[in-house]
């Protein structure tokens, strides 16, 4: 595979799941790691990722002060407006990370009256301008590739929590349910979803039929599996028999 075909590819990968790693990506595209690193380092330098430790963040995920360009922001504002029509007036809504999640606060009516809590500070930001619904933002540790809070702290304050509703940003899912790469970020989307009524998991197309290494949740653990296409799409029919689709 020539650099530019690589540098394509990780570039996929870093808008689709926001995050790479060094190793899987040595793994997939069939190069050392010092190639993946180098590749990387270009990219970087070219402000096309963000390098970190063992890999790379997308810039569209990163939370900054500027303005960041959105991958597939379109079908994620889709998402979104399909998202808020579950969420009433006086609501308890838990809200995890990620643009997809941004896109839906964005989106609320600007009279819902609702309490949304967080561990995300980028989403806990965004809540800020709504005019009338109450923020609640878990704080702990935070994750400085996630962004969010994460430990034992963050997941015994969820545990206190009964949530109407649990929105879940989604980095990967298939039949065999919602994955994730960092065990950390993991544990506290799993004490999200315990401490909700109804669970929805928010995704892309694209991430439908892929999967990391790390689990969260069994398809069947989910209430609602909410993306860009029409419910009558083909590519939704694995998941229909299982879960309600939006």
Known sequence: ??????????TQQLNLHNKVLSSDLSLQLNVSEDTVRRDL???SEQGKLLKVHGGALSTGFHF???NNSIYNASEKRTIARKAVSLIKDGMMVLLSGGTTIREL???????????FITVSVPIALELLNHPCCEVIFLGNKLSKSAQMSVGAEVIRKLSDLKADLCFLGTNSIDGNGVT????????????MLASADKKV???ISEKLN?????KVCKLEELDYLITELEPTDTLLEPYKSRIAVM
């Open 64 to 66: 900054t002060l500027e």
């Open 201 to 203: 998991s928010l995704a």
């Open 41 to 43: 380092n270009e990219l």
């Open 105 to 115: 606060v964005k989106s609320l009516p600007l009279d819902l009256n609702a309490t």
């Open 1 to 10: 595979m020539l650099k530019k075909e690589r540098q394509a590819y990780i």
């Open 180 to 191: 994730d790469m960092e065990w950390e970020v993991i544990e506290v989307k799993k004490a």
């Open 210 to 214: 892929t999967a990391q290494k790390l």
